[in-house]
């Protein structure tokens, strides 16, 4: 099945301590995305990347570190520089070039901070 | 940053009735989408509607654009129980790179 996996589905973390969010996708897309969702909000993007080895910064990327070192996988690592890690985070990839592009969308990875 | 607002933030109505969502953004676009999040699940495409359309329909989905005010708005037709879901509205920006902003999202009851 062609798809996007996040893992994984729930997260603890320490306060102090980095972790990283896997996203991996078969669907031969070449951009991905990482948007952080809080309670009753919309998404706000943190990192995406259209093209392997490189990525740009969202609108809320500090805190954040990215790579893109594969075209399927963009993996996500939360720094202990992020003030307010807990929400939900949840990965995308869509084709890339041209307008008129939806996204598709990974279940998502909820992290708490302890 | 946010552009897309959507109105109303809940909305409750009883299965079989007709629900009415809208979304205003700040800036021109090259396209409005729509998509819908189960709760605790990723987000599944809608429906998108180009910037030189202005009407557009899939199954019971029917959306608008006026770009002369910048708003859409989304209707579900004879609602169903599996239609409780928040709907957020995405805006493509001509300047963007592909990044498309949110909006904050609906979220829909549907009481059976």
């Known amino acids: 099945d062609g798809g996007i996996t996040q893992s994984p589905k729930y997260l603890f973390r320490k306060e102090g301590q980095n972790v990283t969010l896997s996203c991996e996708q078969n669907?031969?897309?070449?951009?991905m995305y990482w948007y952080r969702q809080d309670p009753g909000q919309g998404l706000r993007l943190i990192y995406y990347?259209?093209?392997?080895?490189?990525?740009q910064k969202g609108d809320i990327a500090e805190g954040y570190s990215v790579s893109r070192e594969k075209k399927e996988s963009f993996p996500l690592t939360v720094t202990s520089a992020q003030k307010n890690p807990t929400a939900f985070y949840l990965c995308?990839?869509?084709?890339?070039?041209?307008?008129?592009?939806?996204?598709?969308f990974g279940p998502g990875t909820r992290l708490t901070v302890l | 940053s946010q552009q897309g607002e959507e109105d109303p933030q809940a909305l409750s109505i009883q299965e079989g009735e007709n629900a009415t969502m809208n979304c205003s953004y700040k800036?021109?676009?090259?396209?409005l989408q729509w998509y819908r999040q189960n709760s605790g699940r990723g987000l599944v495409h809608l429906i998108l509607?180009?910037?030189?359309?202005r009407e557009k329909h899939s199954g019971r989905l029917r959306v608008t654009l006026d770009t002369s005010k910048k708003s859409s708005s989304l209707l579900i037709t004879a609602s169903r129980a599996a239609d409780t879901a928040s709907y957020f509205c995405?805006?493509?920006?001509?300047?963007?790179?592909?990044?498309?902003?949110f909006g904050q999202g609906t979220r829909l009851t549907i009481n059976p």
């Open positions: 995308a990839s869509s084709i890339s070039g041209g307008s008129y592009i939806e996204q598709f």
């Open positions: 669907l031969n897309h070449d951009a």
């Open positions: 990347s259209q093209i392997v080895n490189d990525f």
């Open positions: 800036t021109s676009i090259n396209n």
């Open positions: 509607i180009r910037s030189n359309e």
């Open positions: 995405a805006t493509d920006a001509i300047q963007g790179a592909q990044k498309l902003v």
